[in-house]
């Protein structure tokens, strides 16, 4: 009895034993980690030249890509809302869209529509993710149509790259999509300091024409009546440590001067209406703001 005590309580230990070493051995096992796959964009062979492609160079976007003749451009929207431009042909739908990056943006953890990250990749030379959406965004009582969707960081803008009506990128579309080139040249030939003014004008306006350079000066047309004149005026003192140092017109129309120690701007308008900028009408109305270096 004595004896079969002793085997019980000598098994029982090496049973326990072992048991402590396997879990020690994996313990120190390396962890596996899931990663993210990463894939590349390369132009794919296609029975047809590109070289009879179209062209779309975007200055206030920053970009420029290659897309098909029988492509048309959709719609293209500018304002403090929307920035976006789509193509439109019978067999391919796609669109480019920026928003501003929070300030607390990480691509690395950026969901799009609600979607992870499928895969990385790298879109003008710099990183991307790559967002399948097979079943189209649900939201309400129904489904978009299928889309993918190629995202990434450049100079403070999140770019969304979406192609419409599947989750895969045809030859074609993959042909469109490595054409695209971030090409930097927002306000081209503006020197830096006035191009930061006019970029910062121009979302709070509705409308506007690009800069062009009037002689010395780069002038900004403002085709808008909101908001009200004096707000740019605000916004030049506030923001760019300008001061208005003279004021010159009528009730009908005139113009402010203010200026700072790189910049001189002077903001001229013409009314139908007596009161100045703060009485600004739409009808017969006209306003540009024009700078130049010290």
Known sequence: MKKTNLIFLIS?????????????????????????PTTRITPTEISDSISDWKTYNSSDFGFSINYPQDLL???????????????KGSDI?????????????????????????????????QKANVYEMPKGYC???GCSQPYISIVT?????????????????????SQILSTFKFTDKKNEGLPISISAIFSAIK???????????????????INSYEP???????????????????????GKGGQ???????????LVWGNNVDGGPETWVETNSFAYLSCAEK
């Open 139 to 141: 939201d309400g009582p």
């Open 228 to 250: 009200k004149l004096t707000s740019i005026g605000s916004l030049l003192t506030s923001q760019f440590n300008m001061v208005l140092i003279d004021e010159v017109g009528s």
């Open 153 to 173: 960081e450049h100079n403070n803008d999140v770019y969304s790259l979406s192609f419409f009506g599947d989750s895969n990128l045809s030859s074609v579309e």
């Open 12 to 36: 029982t230990a090496i049973f326990f034993t072992s048991t402590l070493v396997l879990i020690y051995l994996n313990y120190l096992k390396p962890q596996s980690t899931t990663s993210i």
């Open 93 to 125: 739908y796609f669109s480019i869209s920026l928003r501003k990056a929070d300030p607390n943006f990480n691509l690395d953890k950026y969901y799009f529509m609600d979607s992870p990250i499928a895969r990385t990749t790298t879109l003008s030379s």
């Open 73 to 87: 451009i959709q719609n293209f929207i500018n304002d403090q809302y929307n920035r976006t431009v789509s193509f």
């Open 203 to 221: 979302p709070n306006l509705i409308t506007y024409s690009n800069p062009k350079l009037v002689e010395d000066e780069w002038q900004l047309d």
């Open 256 to 266: 402010d001067t203010y200026e700072n120690d790189k910049v001189i701007c002077y």
